[in-house]
């Protein structure tokens, strides 16, 4: 993705997302909420700033596609760590876990490494998110459920609610080939999977 | 029941069941599934498991019946391909190439090699064995990278790479072929041995191999 900024226009990327970028392009690292959570989960804790005037290209690196969200004023989304790529610097953002429950955490960060972090983001502005391999985007009614396998989901609206359930049975844990820990989604709300894992 | 493919790329196979309708699915290939669905894994007794595993293939089956929506994946860059089995009607499907079929399908496994002993196709890159489906029904073969089918006449034969054939036609013979010349096989970048197809039958050759 090309981004051609003006004089003191800004875009937020994901860290290392940068590709190339003319000489006169000033970077800088933001902080956003969630900080200690963010350190204590191992990833990164900034985001990359860049500033015009100039262009600069951003990448995720992986083979995929790159899908533009526009969010109104107060729309919340939550975006899996891998999917984020760039936003708008109107947009504000802070880390969350995907799960509250301890013991469900520890067996997320065993299984679900992905889909363990999200970033949550706040419109107004654009965000750019990277899906790998290609890309369904369902529509959850109020109390409507989906399982999906882990790391699969790019993004949810924040009105979906996320939680980390166990396959049932021994059979299909051992032989199933889902592992262990299945996401299950709850709407209302938009849910976004893609094709490969994060 | 309703199947379509989303995307072009890393393609996803959705269907969508009603109640009471079942699909079954190469275990670990779903990647979202309505909670109204039910899924069960099968697996077709011991022997019939570890020859399962050694086609590079987990060694169950997993049946989803609806009513609800499931997707599968095959979580690599590659084409998704419709096979339409009459009454029995076979194909042989290679190493990670199977996805989905109808239940109606019989489902088999079969020895790539032929004579007593596997040595040969250690160095294949095929595997070990095939899965063979029979009609009636619709499987559902993923491809790595991208797909092509060729037909081969009565005796025609054409040399394959290995690891890049991805199902073929039970008429049609496959046998290892030794490059000969000690040059061809050093530098040459084909390694030791060419798979030959013989025909009469169809081919699915693959872009991307194992």
């Given amino acids: 993705m090309e981004v051609d900024l003006y004089q003191g226009e800004t875009i937020v990327c994901e860290r290392g997302a940068m590709l190339y970028e003319t000489p006169d392009i000033h970077s800088d690292a933001v902080l956003g909420m969630g900080f200690f959570s963010r350190l204590f989960t191992g990833e990164s804790a900034a985001l990359d700033k860049y500033e015009g005037p100039g262009t600069v290209a951003i990448a995720a690196g992986k083979p995929g596609m790159i899908k533009e969200l526009d969010l109104q004023p107060g729309q919340a989304i939550d975006i899996a760590h891998s999917g984020f790529l760039a936003m708008e610097p109107t947009v504000q953002f802070s880390i969350s876990l995907a799960s509250h429950s301890l013991i469900r955490l520890i067996g997320m960060a065993s299984f679900a490494r992905d889909n363990l972090i999200f970033q949550n983001l706040t419109g107004p502005g654009k965000v750019f998110m990277h899906v790998h391999g290609d890309y369904v985007i369902t529509r959850l009614e109020q109390g409507q459920t989906m399982m999906i396998d882990q790391g699969y989901l790019v993004f949810k609206d924040h009105s979906v609610e996320l939680e980390l359930v166990r396959v049932h049975g021994l059979e299909n844990i051992i032989i199933g080939g889902e592992g262990l820990f299945l996401l299950q989604v709850t709407g209302p709300g938009y849910v976004g999977i893609q094709s490969m894992k994060g | ?210």
Wanted: proline share 4%; glycine share 16%.
């Fill in chain 2, 1 to 210: 029941m309703n199947i379509r493919k989303i995307g072009g790329y890393t393609p996803i196979l959705e269907v969508q069941l009603n109640e009471g309708e079942t699909i079954m699915c190469e275990a670990g290939a779903m990647i979202y599934a309505s909670s109204s669905t039910h899924m069960e894994s099968m697996v077709g007794g011991l022997f019939a498991a570890i020859k399962k595993w050694l086609t590079g293939e987990t060694i169950a089956v997993n049946k989803y019946t609806g009513p609800g929506v499931i997707g599968l994946s095959a979580s690599s860059p590659g084409m998704i391909r419709e096979l339409d089995l009459g009454p029995g009607q076979s194909v042989d499907v290679c190493k990670g190439a199977f996805m989905a079929g109808d239940i109606t399908l019989s489902y088999g496994i079969e020895r790539v090699w032929k004579g007593i002993l596997p040595w040969r196709f250690l160095f294949g890159g095929q595997g070990f064995f095939y899965q063979k489906l029979t009609g009636p029904g619709r499987v559902f073969v993923v491809v790595k990278g991208d797909l092509v089918e060729v037909t081969l006449a009565q005796g025609q034969k054409m040399d394959l790479d290995q690891g890049y054939m991805a199902y073929k036609d039970p008429s049609v013979d496959v046998d290892l072929t030794r490059i000969k010349g000690l040059r061809k096989v050093f530098i040459g970048g084909e390694g030791l041995f060419l798979l030959t197809a013989t025909g009469p039958g169809k081919v699915g050759v693959q872009s991307t191999g194992w």
